[in-house]
């Protein structure tokens, strides 16, 4: 199942795949402590110069709180985990309901601009997920809030934006692995870095592909002895190289064809052999 914080980038590109991190960067540590707080109320795991973000984000959540529900008490739901057919399908950080609204909050202590909450697709997969799992709320209220960036944004999503949702995240899910590829930001947090021709093609510098073949110098004049004796000498390297290029080629191009894939305006197809014999030797 696709993680909801990979939606967006398989959206951008289809292949994307996020690789197993071995080293957690010291932002993202500090976050895992300061989600940990959130939920517990327990301190003891956060630094002393990183209080201020845990004080302005409970500030938010009460003005959140106050904001939708008023005096009322709602429900609260805190690190929520969400299933589909019984499998992990995501984790909410805050949701309250009462009655028929709910508010879904979303705490981001990154420094990254994260998508606000009308077009984030993380967000929606969540929201989508909460109606479906809370019949009775007709009415949620998705906020973000991210401390280091002082910011707080919101969006209210209602039933009727439910299809429309839905849609989108199963596009998403749907084109996942298909070969639309396309190089973005995002290129830094997907395993296929190293391998994917279109993460080249946007990111080189230099484009290297010339480098693969012998030197041949423009002025290089093949009546001329000399020039020939060295153009005679390249010739079957370059001809290898060329017939296993060839070759690979079309052998990657028949596979991937075959299996559906879309490679530009490329096709297969098959021609009958022939049917008379024209050199019997």
């Known amino acids: ?21 071995t ?25 002393e110069d990183e209080m201020w973000m845990y004080e302005r984000a409970c500030q938010a959540r009460t003005d959140l709180m106050t904001d939708v529900f008023g005096d009322a008490e709602p429900t609260v739901h805190k690190e929520l985990i969400l299933k589909i057919a019984g ?17 879904l909050i979303d705490y981001k202590f990154g420094f990254h601009k994260v998508d606000d909450p009308d077009v984030n697709i993380q967000f929606q997969d969540y929201t989508l997920k909460l109606f479906d799992k809370f ?13 280091r960036r002082d910011e707080v944004t919101r969006h209210t999503y209602t039933r009727a934006d439910v299809s429309t949702i839905r849609n989108r995240t199963k596009m998403v899910q749907e084109r996942a692995g298909t070969g639309q590829r396309k190089a973005s930001t ?17 990111f080189a510098a230099a484009k290297h592909q010339a480098d ?13 002895p000399m020039d020939l004796e060295k153009a005679l000498d390249l010739r079957p ?14 052998s990657s191009a028949k596979q991937l064809l075959e299996e559906g894939y879309q490679v530009g ?5 098959q021609r009958a052999g022939r049917k008379q014999v024209v050199d019997i030797d």
Not at 40 to 47: C, Q, V
Not at 186 to 202: D, F, L, M, R, V
Not at 212 to 224: E, K, M, Y
Request: glycine share 4%; with cysteine.
């Open 1 to 21: 199942m696709i993680r909801p914080s990979s939606l967006k980038y398989i959206e951008i590109c289809s292949d994307f795949e996020q690789p197993e991190q």
């Open 23 to 47: 080293e957690v960067h010291p932002v993202t540590e500090a976050g895992s402590r300061l989600h940990e707080a959130m939920e517990t109320g327990n301190l003891s795991k956060i630094e």
């Open 87 to 103: 499998k992990y399908a995501g984790m909410v950080d805050h949701f309250a309901l009462n009655d028929k609204v709910g508010l």
């Open 135 to 147: 019949p009775q709320v007709d009415t949620i209220v998705v906020a973000m809030i991210a401390p």
């Open 186 to 202: 995002n290129c830094q947090y997907c395993s296929h870095i190293g391998t994917c021709p279109e993460a080249y093609s946007k």
């Open 212 to 224: 693969l073949l012998p030197t041949i110098r423009p002025d290089w004049d093949l009546s001329q």
């Open 237 to 250: 390297i370059v001809k290898k190289f060329l017939d296993e290029w060839d070759k690979a080629v079309a």
């Open 265 to 269: 305006n490329y096709y297969l197809q």
